[in-house]
T-cell receptor, first 115, second 111 residues
Framework: DSGVTQTPKHLITATGQRVTLRCSPR?????VYWYQQSLDQGLQFLIQ???????AKGNILERFSAQQFPDLHSELNLSSLELGDSALYFC??????????????FGPGTRLTVL | GESVGLHLPTLSVQEGDNSIINCAYS??????FIWYKQESGKGPQFIID?????DKRQGQRVTVLLNKTVKHLSLQIAATQPGDSAVYFC??????????FGKGTMLLVSP
């Protein structure tokens, strides 16, 4: 158990809908990262927050957004869902903000299925 | 169920053998490297890391080798066990940039 929690574990929804994925980092970690893992794309970095502020952005679609709250938990919002958004979504956390040696620990993921 | 692609490079070994998983990276500025293990239906799990000022680091049954000249990273697993069966990813980063993950290698261990 990495100490990172994610809810829900599974999510099934329809195209055009909006969903929210939730992540709680390890105790003491200030940084949260979101990743998408699909069969043909591997692990793709989406976005990083550090202590409530956006720190880095990766291949995140405009239909997706995220935020980190004062208690450091984070939510990833996915809207206007398409079939291609079906994937595993992972959250990771680290103590600081990504410097060398700042290990990211991953949660168990949320499996999103868009029908 | 499986959480990764169906066309990953696969390494099949017998229980008790030593396994070597390789990774080529592209960014010569990368200074920190991590190996993760991902079992079916789970998130990536940290195994071992290495900084660019080192060329070898050992953990419990695992060793990571870094060759910066050819931008190559390898993970050696000693006395491989069925529980080692998983997909293994290398990841790289430089400074404060984010992690870039490799495509992964599936390790299958037969009893």
């Amino acid at each position: 158990d990495s100490g990172v929690t994610q809810t829900p574990k599974h999510l099934i929804t329809a195209t055009g809908q909006r969903v929210t994925l939730r992540c709680s980092p390890r105790s003491g970690d200030l940084s949260v990262y979101w990743y998408q893992q699909s069969l043909d794309q591997g692990l793709q970095f989406l976005i990083q927050y550090y202590n409530g502020e956006e720190r880095a952005k990766g291949n995140i679609l405009e239909r997706f957004s995220a935020q980190q709250f004062p208690d450091l938990h984070s939510e990833l919002n996915l809207s206007s869902l398409e079939l291609g958004d079906s994937a595993l979504y992972f959250c990771a956390s680290s103590v600081e903000g990504g410097r060398a040696g700042d290990t990211q620990y991953f949660g168990p993921g949320t499996r999103l299925t868009v029908l | 169920g499986e959480s990764v692609g169906l066309h990953l490079p696969t390494l099949s070994v017998q229980e008790g053998d030593n396994s070597i998983i390789n990774c080529a990276y592209s960014n010569s500025a990368s200074d920190y490297f991590i190996w993760y293990k991902q079992e079916s239906g789970k998130g990536p799990q940290f195994i071992i890391d290495i900084r660019s000022n080192m060329d070898k680091r050992q953990g419990q049954r695992v060793t990571v080798l870094l060759n910066k000249t050819v931008k190559h990273l390898s993970l050696q697993i000693a006395a491989t066990q069925p529980g080692d069966s998983a997909v293994y990813f290398c990841a790289e980063t430089s400074g404060y940039s984010t992690l870039t993950f490799g495509k992964g290698t599936m390790l299958l261990v037969s009893p």
